[in-house]
């Protein structure tokens, strides 16, 4: 059996997290120091504040910008469920956007016909590890005085003409699950170049505790979303391996597109000036494959596959409160949802195992 993901953790990876749990300096200690500059250096950061998931990141972040109730906040149609649960959690109320077809990233041209008057901010989603068109999503921002925040969940190793993800907007958010470039199960990582916004952040996910005059004062209503520091020396000394990890994952990528011959598989898309990161594979079907039957095949030939991600206003709990027709307004993520297939692609695969997968995508009927 060949797993739709497999995190590369390494004996040195676990060494650095068992000296953690023998000092006995379990949560939110140097090692989480450590790893927020460290993925501040390598994104070109200025500031960096890990958490407890990539969800927590995205919540820590628009609370941080003060978005609540009585607030629209845009985001695309189709992503992780995370992206549109963290707007209602606030108390605000997420605005669907399509998608465009081949990227499956929020279509900026869609954007403007959704604002309203209540609109605070734009979550864009780098979705499957490529950049959205962010620099338009940021001058539609700029007009309209919008806060951005990036979800760049899967998007560490993507770049925009140079510049990382997650670094454009006001803060960008990203996960280590196991599903992503680097792990240590749960854990997240937000960006900002706001020093005020990152105090912030950093209060936030404290209980609310800052420092002043060398006391603890309790300043706001925090959450409890700490990063453990043996989780840090976990993801840590991944980091330090992520470009080896990006070029395997790449040259892996290119196998599958020599490889896949299928007329009915329609292969991503990654527009001139974009790098990026592998984070998904995602296939699209033609009218003559069934999802279903497509995802049947592959797991008994041994093949792990899944959807790439769902559309979300399609899903029960958003059906119910918001009532919309996927398919006829979000109709680029509805057939993402409907008609995509992720396959596998992480870093301790050979160009051998994806000959196989796309030898066996070859012979769909
Ligand atoms: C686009 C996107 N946003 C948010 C998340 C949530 O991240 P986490 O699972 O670390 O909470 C994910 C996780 O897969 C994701 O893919």
């Not at 998931?53 to 469920?81: C, F, H, K, W």
């Not at 649960?85 to 279509?107: K, M, Y």
């Not at 959205?132 to 007009?143: G, Q, S, T």
Request: proline share 4%.
């Amino acid at each position: 059996m060949i797993p739709l993901a497999s995190p590369d953790i390494r004996d040195e990876d676990i060494a650095a997290a068992v000296k953690v749990m023998r000092s006995g300096m379990l949560v939110q200690g140097p090692e989480v120091a450590r790893l927020e500059a460290e993925f501040g250096l390598f994104t070109g950061a200025a500031h960096a504040v890990a958490a407890s998931n990539g969800t927590a990141t995205l919540q820590l972040a628009l609370r941080a910008l003060g978005i609540g109730p009585g607030d629209e906040v845009m985001v695309p149609a189709l992503s992780y469920i995370a992206t549109a649960n963290v707007v209602e959690l606030a108390g605000a109320t997420p605005v669907f956007v399509d998608v465009q077809e081949r990227t499956f990233n929020i279509d900026p041209a869609k954007i403007e016909a959704a604002l309203t008057p209540r609109t605070r901010a734009i979550l864009p989603v780098h979705e499957f590890g490529l950049c959205c068109d962010i620099r338009e999503v940021m001058e539609i921002a700029r007009r309209h005085q919008l806060k951005v925040i990036e979800d760049a969940a899967c998007a560490l190793g993507a770049y925009d003409g140079g510049q990382h993800a997650g670094t454009f907007g006001d803060v960008g958010s990203f996960s280590l699950h196991p599903r992503k470039a680097i792990s240590c199960g749960e854990g997240g990582v937000c960006l900002t170049k706001d020093g005020a916004l990152a105090a912030r952040l950093r209060i936030l996910r404290n209980h609310g505790v800052d420092v002043i005059d060398g006391l603890m004062e309790f300043v706001d209503a925090g959450f409890n979303f700490r990063l453990t520091d043996f989780q840090a020396a976990l993801v840590h000394s991944q980091l330090l391996r992520i470009q080896e990890t990006l070029q395997k994952k790449k040259a892996l990528a290119e196998v599958y597109y020599n490889e896949i011959k299928h007329e009915g598989l329609l292969l991503p898309l990654v527009p001139e000036g974009k790098d990026h990161s592998w984070q998904t594979f995602h296939l699209l079907l033609g009218e003559g494959l069934d999802q279903q039957k497509v995802l049947h095949t592959l797991r008994a030939q041994g093949v792990g596959s899944n959807y790439g991600a769902q559309c979300m206003p399609a899903q029960r709990y958003f059906l119910g409160k918001y009532g919309h027709d996927s398919a006829q307004q979000f109709p680029h993520a509805y057939r993402a949802w409907t008609r995509g297939v992720a396959v596998p692609l992480y870093e301790k695969l050979s160009a051998g195992d994806i000959r196989k997968i796309a030898s066996i995508l070859n012979s769909l009927a």
